[in-house]
């Protein structure tokens, strides 16, 4: 039991201040402290038993996810942190962020069975999220400008508002109090006891008592100044709305009971509670939240009489609150992965209701747009797992199931970049897809097990609840107000005797979805169809194989016939033997699988006696089909097939098909009456598609003109429309969706005809709804989205210098401005309901922003976007102004959004700015963009990590958008920063260049010039400035290659015939050389470990142990040889210290590195073509090339230095023993491989030597540069 009492509402400070008291009863008599979650409030006191009080410790592991780490921004890491931090606080797991610790003095309390009670004063101020405030501006008191609260919150958010045990698996009893000013009306769950009023006579209190057990995120609250109805029909309902809007609900709910009254029929119970309230108040986060006995909606469900769209959405919205009430509210989840089962159930029961008022076809259509949208979800991001709680278990390899690996592999693999473990770390969108898959899953279950079984089963459920609700929680009978997926299959087993754990296996514990591809050929010998069907995506993302039953339907000559395959296989072919012979033998009339017969023309046909083909056409299974037959095929299938599903089906082929035949079958399904609205509608657009597929052979007027004037157009005068009658529901939708369909005409230029303008500005000029019964708003809506779609890119050029502006319009392009904006000026004076026109003519502007006739301007937008305008108005000019950030945005507008998105109050408006911003991406993170900078990432993480505590929702949402933007792995801007920290140290300190300055001037024992080797010119920043040496090169031949060798300055490297003088010279050079070779790397030694250490680098292995000894040393005696590390970073490794990503410009480095020296710059060709240094001549002819001349200068006289030993060894080895011989010309192989011959490890203080690593003795292999 708990109590709740909220005496201190302010409305002026936005603040709260509460008491409440838990009755806990503990399992046993070890209890050191007691978890509960709370977050958000401040804590003054808890007490124990009135008479002691405790000590706590708070802590929100949401206020800092990544806990202190600052450099991995990866989502990857990300996701672990964020389902750790959730488990920490997850009531299910006996987690919270209020820790009581029960002192000593109150052990004795605590006892197994025996409760105990505990006692929490504390506060609200302006809390950020779960409950929200809504205070219009203006003068007058709260009552007159109708300020309301109301709280609400993503799953389990109790926790935002009062400290609870939050927890969907925790039911208990209720008593609710909170006192208001006088003004007010505090609406809660459970029944009104009584009301108080205060001594004062200011305020009054609402005392509520919930006898049935709920849980904690099921209780809500909503204080505002309501007008009160009570349903007419049945008393225990009552209706609360803000003033000046009851006609508007009295017109809304006046179906209500009729959704009561089917559910309790459907079910064969009573609603589980004694009474029911709905509450419309504003800025909510979602259209409905249902919490126990109540339901807080928004305002914008209401409309009056005169609204038809309204109408069919309100209904279902408010018959899917009700039938929550039974399944999520009375009989709730027993875990997470236990939500699939309750949101499930009342999504069906809410499908079977919306069938009843709606239709049959509208709700087949409804479950194929369902179907459709999961499969296409799954397609994108993998496949969804109902229960991801335990793995299925593996079948027998016999069994018609999937084998043992696919579902233990589609458990084991989350594709997702999100924990599916938590409700809290799920993206909103894949919870809003798991709620329909859920729903399509308890459908499957209805086609296996019957529908009235089904309910059954829901049947027992609510009765067993309903006994366990009546008693007390001694009794150990409160676990059957809690549902999970092994608790419903086993009452599946008793109900009906059929076990569905398989069936549970293979659709709820494993993600994904079948596809299918099904081709047929007819045998006219055997007089059978021959099918393949196909699944060929078995290893795409979503999709898994399905092995079980198939239900294939062949329409036939002599009717309707159903066969079931057995799939085993990806492919599988079966031979089914026709019913009926060829046409020739056809009968006069076709008899449809409905029973009914109709007249065909059978002309286009083959021999083939059959009509058309359906696979799987009742939708048992959660599929995806591709069926490939001829056009006449689909057309018989419109023409004809009375399912919608099938129809629309033939509709999407169609579109492959642009023919004569195809647009008379699209325009005689337009114009009959006996097919549904909706494919009529849906024939309309595909005949534009058709008709643009067929310009050039198009005869006559544009289609559809003729249609629409047929219907709707004046007898007298059939241009001039009829005045508005929209008491024929299928003509009114027929009407708003022909004018749309005909602005997407084009010619063969690719302009909108202009009569089809002339006829669009005529709907406007003569529309008149003064004698109709139902607003016109929906279709001026539509007039002004077909001006838009009449709307094509501009062809004239804009003289140069001269502004874009109206005056450059062309005549139609203006014609549709001057429209617009007379209808948008009118709107405000005459505001539409909802303001649907004004929502229409935004968008329209925006396109004639983007085709080119208009100026791009996002303050129109920004104005719109605003806080105060209204919900609608502001979401369209939010998803404007996200395309426009796309395409023509700058920083400062993307920082708008931003803005927008981290601080609006309306919490909704949050949400769906975040949605629009996922699904039109500000910038492709494939290529670098003008807005993909290193603050937008921080930004976003910013707001996962820490900032975002207070709203679930909405920091899933950031998830989303970081996800779309920067994949899993860490943002290029925030990898290159990173990856700068590491390749680009600080200066060299000065103690190195020090160093390295001492070493020049210091006296030596030879004063020698070194040439290139002594000094390399480098950027200012990243040394002292050396002096420039000036190079000339000789050009010689190295195998079939060119190079070009510097030229020493007194010294000619390559001339055979040198003096030995000039020989013992270059000697001397190469001792200078290597004595700086080994003091760089000493210096550096342990900065290039750090480096190579700290990067994945790219590695080439290159031989070099046959290294040949120089013919002459500094020393007395040769240097023994000296086997040198075999792994080399290969020449294009960018993992040295000092050598920047990408673009050398601007690098800074320690001193003896070069920006991009291992790159491109350095040596053309890539590691399997190294050898081929390419022709220089015609590369040094820039200052920027100076660079590039002195290391092809180190780089050549290296491999001068292999080819001369080489000769060199072989005329002073020739006369000794074979097996010398032959190991030398090994050697000689080796030199001459382009892939060691281009290792880089000449480059004194410009690189590191090869060697750095791996040779550090005091003996450093010497370098024989001698000719």
């Known amino acids: 039991h708990q109590i709740l009492s909220l005496t201190g509402i302010n409305f002026e400070r936005k603040s709260i201040i509460g008491f409440v008291e838990l009755l806990i009863v503990p399992t046993s008599d070890w209890l050191p402290v007691i978890r509960l979650n709370c977050r958000q409030c401040r804590i003054y006191r808890i007490i124990l038993d009135d008479s002691y009080e405790a000590e706590m410790h708070y802590f929100d592991p949401f206020q800092d996810i990544c806990q202190g780490e600052l450099k991995n921004k990866s989502l990857e890491f990300f996701s672990k942190s964020h389902l750790d931090v959730a488990r920490q606080t997850d009531a299910d797991q006996k987690k919270g962020e209020l820790v009581i610790v029960v002192p000593p003095e109150a052990k004795h309390l605590i006892s197994e069975g025996r409760g105990i009670r505990i006692g929490i004063e504390f506060s609200l101020e302006d809390p950020p999220g779960g409950v929200h405030f809504v205070i219009p501006e203006g003068e007058g008191t709260m009552e007159e400008r109708a300020a309301h609260m109301f709280t609400y919150g993503h799953e389990n958010s109790s926790r935002m508002w009062f400290p609870c045990i939050d927890s969907y698996a925790e039911p208990c009893t209720w008593k609710l109090e909170f006192t208001v000013d006088k003004t007010m009306t505090a609406v809660s769950c459970g029944e009104l006891v009584e009301v108080v009023m205060t001594p004062d006579l200011q305020r009054k209190t609402f005392h509520y008592t919930v006898s049935v057990p709920v849980c904690a995120p099921n209780i809500a609250l909503a204080v505002g100044p309501f007008e009160?109805?009570?349903?007419?029909?049945?008393?225990?309902?009552?209706?609360?709305?803000?003033?000046?809007?009851?006609?508007?609900?009295?017109?809304?709910?006046?179906?209500?009971?009729?959704?009561?009254?089917?559910?309790?029929?459907?079910?064969?119970?009573?609603?589980?509670?004694?009474?029911?309230?709905?509450?419309?108040?504003?800025?909510?986060?979602?259209?409905?939240?249902?919490?126990?006995?109540?339901?807080?909606?928004?305002?914008?469900?209401?409309?009056?009489?005169?609204?038809?769209?309204?109408?069919?959405?309100?209904?279902?919205?408010?018959?899917?609150?009700?039938?929550?009430?039974?399944?999520?509210?009375f009989i709730t989840m027993e875990n997470w992965s236990d939500a699939w089962l309750a949101r499930g159930i009342a999504e069906y029961l809410c499908g079977l209701n919306s069938k009843k008022c709606f239709g049959n076809n509208a709700y087949r259509g409804w479950i194929r747009d369902e179907l459709?949208?999961?499969?296409?979800?799954?397609?994108?991001?993998?496949?969804?797992?109902?229960?991801?709680?335990?793995?299925?278990a593996p079948p027998a390899?016999?069994?018609?199931?999937?084998?043992?690996?696919?579902?233990?592999?589609?458990?084991?693999?989350?594709?997702?970049?999100?924990?599916?473990?938590?409700?809290?770390?799920?993206?909103p969108k894949y919870i809003e897809l798991m709620r329909k898959k859920s729903h399509l899953v308890i459908r499957m279950l209805e086609h296996r097990i019957g529908q009235e079984l089904l309910l059954q089963v829901f049947n027992k459920q609510l009765a067993l609840a309903s006994n366990a609700a009546g008693t007390k929680i001694g009794a150990g009978l409160w676990g059957h107000l809690l549902i999970s997926t092994n608790v419903f299959t086993k009452a599946i087993f008793t109900v009906t005797g059929k076990d569905m754990a398989v069936f549970i296996d293979q659709w709820v514990r494993t993600g994904g979805h079948a596809k299918f591809t099904m081709t047929s050929v007819f045998n006219s010998k055997r007089n059978t169809i021959e099918l393949e069907v196909r699944q060929e995506c078995?290893?795409?993302?979503?999709?898994?194989?399905?092995?079980?039953?198939?239900?294939?339907q062949l329409q036939e000559l002599d009717g309707t016939f159903k066969h079931t395959l057995q799939i085993e296989n990806n492919i599988e072919k079966s031979d089914i033997t026709c019913h009926s012979k060829s046409r020739r033998n056809k009968k006069k009339k076709i008899p449809l699988c409905t029973g009914e017969e109709v007249d065909m023309d059978l002309s286009p046909m083959a021999e083939s006696p059959v009509l058309w083909i359906r696979l799987d056409p009742e939708m048992t299974l959660l599929r995806s089909v591709n069926i490939e037959q001829p056009d006449f095929q689909w057309q018989f299938q419109l023409r004809h097939e009375r399912d919608v599903t099938a129809q629309l089906e033939a509709i999407k082929a169609l579109e492959k098909y642009p023919s004569p035949q195809t647009r008379l079958a699209l325009t005689d399904t337009i114009e009959s009456e006996r097919v549904f609205y909706e494919v009529r509608c849906q024939a309309a657009i595909c005949l534009t598609k058709v008709a643009n597929a067929m310009v050039t052979s198009w005869q006559g007027p544009p289609a559809m003109l003729t249609i629409f004037k047929k219907f709707f157009g004046s007898y007298s005068a059939p241009h001039i429309i009829r005045q508005n009658n929209f008491t024929n529901f299928q003509h009114y939708f027929l009407q708003k969706t022909i004018p749309v369909a005909m602005a997407g005409l084009r010619t063969a230029h690719g302009i909108c005809p202009p009569e089809v303008i002339r006829f669009l500005l005529d709907l406007f000029k003569y529309n008149d709804n003064s004698k109709n019964h139902y607003s016109d708003n929906y279709y001026r809506a539509a007039l002004v989205e077909a001006l838009g779609n009449t709307i094509t890119p501009v062809i004239s050029v804009v003289h140069q210098g001269r502004a874009l502006s109206s005056e450059n319009l062309s005549a139609d392009a203006k014609l549709v401005l001057e429209e617009v904006t007379r209808i948008l000026n009118l709107e405000k004076h005459l505001p539409s309901y909802k303001y649907t026109v004004s929502i229409a003519c935004l968008k329209v502007i925006r396109k004639l922003q983007k085709c080119g006739h208009l100026p791009t301007?996002?303050?129109?937008?920004?104005?719109?976007?605003?806080?105060?305008?209204?919900?609608?108005?502001?979401?369209?000019?939010?998803?404007?102004?996200?395309?426009?950030?796309?395409?023509?945005?700058?920083?400062?507008?993307?920082?708008?959004?931003?803005?927008?998105?981290?601080?609006?109050?309306?919490?909704?408006?949050?949400?769906?700015?975040g949605r629009h911003m996922i699904e039109a991406l500000p910038f492709d993170k494939s290529n670098r963009h003008r807005l993909d900078r290193e603050t937008l990432a921080l930004r976003i993480w910013e707001n996962m990590n820490s900032k975002l505590s207070h709203d679930t929702r909405l920091r899933c949402d950031m998830v989303d958008l970081y996800y779309t933007l920067y994949g899993v792995r860490m943002p290029h801007c925030l990898a290159n920063q990173e990856l700068g920290s590491i390749l680009r140290p600080p200066k060299a300190s000065s103690s190195f260049y020090s160093d390295r300055n001492s070493r020049r001037n210091s006296p030596a024992p030879e004063d020698v010039t070194l040439g290139s080797y002594g000094m390399m010119k480098r950027d200012r920043s990243v040394t002292p400035e050396p002096e420039d040496v000036k190079q000339s090169f000789d050009m010689i031949e190295i195998g079939e290659t060119q190079v070009m060798i510097p030229r020493s300055r007194d010294v000619s490297p390559f001339a055979e015939a040198e003096s030995r003088a000039r020989q013992e010279d270059n000697e001397r050079v190469a001792r200078e050389n290597q004595r700086i070779i080994e003091t760089v790397e000493a210096s550096i030694k342990k900065e290039a470990n750090e480096a190579a250490a700290s990067s994945t680098v790219k590695e080439e292995v290159i031989n070099l142990d046959d290294l040949d000894a120089p013919a002459s040393s500094a020393l007395d005696k040769d240097p023994p040889a000296k086997k040198m590390k075999a792994e080399f970073y290969s020449d294009n490794s960018i993992s040295l210290p000092g050598i920047s990503m990408g673009s050398s410009k601007g690098a800074a480095g320690?001193?003896?590195?070069?920006?991009?020296?291992?790159?491109?710059?350095?040596?053309?060709?890539?590691?399997?073509?190294?050898?081929?240094?390419?022709?220089?001549?015609?590369?040094?002819?820039?200052?920027?090339?100076?660079?590039?001349?002195?290391?092809?200068?180190?780089?050549?006289?290296?491999?001068?230095?292999?080819?001369?030993?080489?000769?060199?060894?072989?005329?002073?080895?020739?006369?000794?023993?074979?097996?010398?011989?032959?190991?030398?010309?090994?050697?000689?192989?080796?030199?001459?491989?382009?892939?060691?011959?281009?290792?880089?490890?000449?480059?004194?203080?410009?690189?590191?030597?090869?060697?750095?690593?791996?040779?550090?003795?005091?003996?450093?292999?010497?370098?024989?540069?001698?000719?």
């Open 372 to 392: 459709d949208e999961v499969v296409r979800y799954e397609e994108k991001y993998g496949g969804i797992i109902l229960d991801c709680s335990q793995p299925p």
């Open 397 to 427: 390899v016999s069994s018609i199931n999937n084998s043992p690996a696919a579902p233990q592999k589609a458990y084991n693999d989350n594709p997702f970049y999100f924990p599916i473990k938590n409700l809290h770390t799920m993206s």
């Open 857 to 913: 301007n996002p303050k129109i937008y920004r104005s719109y976007a605003a806080y105060g305008q209204y919900i609608d108005v502001r979401l369209a000019a939010m998803e404007c102004l996200v395309d426009y950030v796309k395409i023509d945005g700058r920083w400062e507008d993307l920082e708008h959004m931003m803005e927008l998105l981290e601080t609006d109050p309306d919490p909704m408006a949050r949400h769906q700015l």
């Open 538 to 552: 078995v290893n795409q993302r979503g999709v898994r194989k399905y092995v079980g039953p198939l239900l294939i």
């Open 228 to 329: 009160i109805f009570v349903d007419p029909h049945m008393h225990e309902v009552t209706h609360f709305c803000l003033p000046q809007l009851l006609p508007l609900l009295k017109n809304t709910v006046r179906y209500l009971h009729e959704a009561f009254e089917f559910y309790e029929e459907a079910l064969s119970t009573r609603y589980p509670f004694s009474c029911y309230k709905q509450v419309f108040v504003d800025e909510i986060d979602n259209e409905c939240n249902a919490y126990a006995t109540m339901t807080i909606l928004s305002t914008h469900l209401l409309h009056s009489i005169a609204i038809i769209d309204q109408t069919f959405h309100s209904r279902k919205i408010m018959s899917k609150a009700i039938a929550e009430q039974f399944f999520g509210c």
């Open 1150 to 1267: 320690p001193t003896g590195f070069e920006p991009g020296m291992f790159g491109a710059a350095a040596v053309s060709g890539d590691a399997s073509t190294s050898g081929a240094l390419g022709d220089p001549t015609g590369s040094f002819k820039s200052e920027s090339s100076k660079k590039k001349k002195k290391k092809d200068k180190k780089k050549h006289k290296h491999k001068h230095k292999h080819k001369h030993n080489k000769d060199k060894d072989r005329e002073r080895d020739r006369d000794k023993d074979k097996e010398r011989g032959d190991r030398d010309r090994e050697k000689s192989k080796e030199k001459k491989d382009p892939s060691i011959v281009r290792v880089i490890r000449e480059e004194t203080q410009e690189t590191l030597s090869s060697a750095d690593s791996s040779s550090r003795d005091s003996n450093p292999t010497t370098l024989d540069l001698t000719l």
